[in-house]
């Protein structure tokens, strides 16, 4: 496969690439753009033209420099061997195939791409969508056989965006829905996907009958097609073997799978906790369930929300925190189709453990989440504060007030002094250092140096922290 027509070079070392907000040229959809979306749909051979690339709007060298533009990929392929069930996994290609283009970082997928190109790749001549689309049709081609024809339609045109982007959602429904029914019980092999390991190298989705990839992207009807279709691909099929807790969601076939896949960075996996060696995350999750120490629950948020969730933090700064393949307690990547599902968080006790997300997301879960708690877990419209949520709560019977204990003002201050007798307030060196690394000095006894203690990997949970200002003689002020 050439590319030494093309401006730019294409191929896998390009993947992973970042392209920051100084170096970029446009930047098309990402989080300040309502409406984007990339959708391949199969066609009959005699309904597409081979090799069309078809731009409705703007083209790339006539948008504005360092702006942010609506975009719309739409891709038709036919073959004698393509099949409608192989929409999705077609459609997950293009995040692989962009990010093979030297200049050009994707991320997301579906109704969330986020696409840069960087002046650098833009001034030597990638300024036009038509060479996009020939990279699409000849990686599609090159690596798909079974595509024989192809055709490539970009579209900035708002108005036409908006047009394709209900029939798209449309289309991703009508996918998730012919995924339902299937039980994990019931399957002997699950899928699992590194397509996302350039960006997150210890990464490895696993994807289950109840369990959809974190993009949303791919089910497991998906993955089954994607690894029988292109057997060398990032799709590859995981037994399962024996349960070591199956209401975990913990089998001795996924974590194998894991440690080969990231190296032994991750060893083992609960399937359905956010909590208890919680799933890795990419950099692709629909949304971020996360703690909320304060009410003992969890919230949940979308990539395209706005605002602040009500524990004050942007998606944006949540996403550092739970991205990267790493299993982060409490900060837990997933897809909107997951929270469809009856797996969904069970261990950390699923919906009754849901105490806020945004309206949008519970608009299209509505008719999933159990009919006693529906109306009971608040959005943005309802709170807006954790004093405000906690009072919601409260006010509405929700089952995790009923784990919270109320303790009084005495019980307060016996436990605060109880503390300061254990170690002495002019003692506390260096109580917490986060993240990785905490180092606490312990003074000696007989006016001697001491000694140091280092933990290394430390997770430390405090029910309360208790910050006292001394006088140079140690003592409260």
Not at 128 to 133: A, E, Q, R, V, Y
Not at 396 to 413: C, I, N, Q, S, Y
Request: glycine share 8%; net charge negative.
């Amino acid at each position: 496969m050439s590319f030494e027509d093309l401006p730019v070079a294409v191929g896998v070392v390009f993947e992973g690439e970042r392209i920051r907000k100084a170096d970029m040229q446009v930047e098309l959809g990402g989080p300040k753009i309502e409406k984007k979306f990339e959708l391949v749909v199969t066609k009959k051979m005699n309904e597409i033209e081979d090799g069309k690339v078809e731009i409705i709007g703007p083209d790339l060298k006539d948008l504005e420099e360092g702006g942010a533009h609506p975009l719309g990929i739409l891709i038709e392929v036919a073959g004698k061997e393509v099949e409608e069930d192989l929409e999705g996994v077609l459609e997950r290609h293009v995040h692989e195939y962009t990010n093979f283009m030297e200049g050009v970082m994707h991320l997301n997928q579906r109704y969330d791409i986020w696409i840069r190109i960087s002046k650098k790749s833009f001034q030597k001549g990638l300024n036009t969508f038509k060479l996009m689309g020939q990279v699409y049709e000849r990686l599609y081609k090159s690596e798909l056989p079974i595509i024989e024809k192809i055709q490539v339609t970009f579209i900035t045109d708002p108005d036409k965006i908006a047009e394709q982007y209900d029939k798209a959602i449309i289309r991703y429904d009508e996918r998730d829905a012919r995924a339902r029914g299937l039980k994990d019980e019931e399957v002997d092999v699950f899928y699992g996907c590194t397509l996302c390991q350039s960006f997150a190298p210890t990464h490895c989705c696993t994807i289950t009958a109840q369990r959809y990839a974190n993009c949303g992207a791919i089910s497991w009807f998906d993955g089954r097609a994607a690894a029988r279709v292109d057997p060398k691909g990032p799709l590859f099929a995981i037994e399962k073997g024996a349960p070591i807790d199956e209401y975990k969601g913990e089998y001795e076939g996924v974590n194998q799978a894991y440690k080969e896949k990231t190296l032994g960075a991750v060893t083992d996996v609960c399937l359905y906790s956010a909590f208890e060696k919680p799933h890795t995350s990419c950099g692709c999750f629909e949304a971020i369930a996360f703690v909320i120490p304060e009410v003992d629950g969890l919230g949940l948020v979308h990539r395209d929300y706005k605002g602040n969730a009500v524990n004050g933090l942007p998606f944006s700064t949540m996403a550092d925190s739970t991205a990267g393949g790493r299993q982060i307690p409490g900060f837990h990547g997933v897809s909107i189709e997951y929270m469809r599902s009856p797996k969904f968080l069970q261990v950390d006790g699923g919906w009754e453990r849901i105490v806020w997300l945004p309206k949008a997301i519970k608009d299209r879960v509505y008719d999933f989440m159990p009919e006693n708690l529906r109306d009971i877990i608040p959005t943005e419209n309802d709170v807006s504060s954790i004093d405000e949520l906690k009072s919601y709560l409260k006010d509405h019977h929700h089952p995790v007030a009923e784990r919270w204990v109320e303790t009084g003002a005495a019980a307060r201050l016996e436990e605060e002094e109880r503390q300061e007798e254990i170690m002495p307030a002019g003692q506390q060196t260096q109580p917490f250092m986060m993240p990785g690394q905490m180092t606490t000095m312990v003074p000696a006894t007989g006016g001697g140096p001491g000694f140091q203690i280092i933990f290394k990997n430390a997770k430390i949970y405090a029910e309360k922290v208790i910050i006292k200002r001394l006088d140079q003689k140690g003592k409260k002020s």
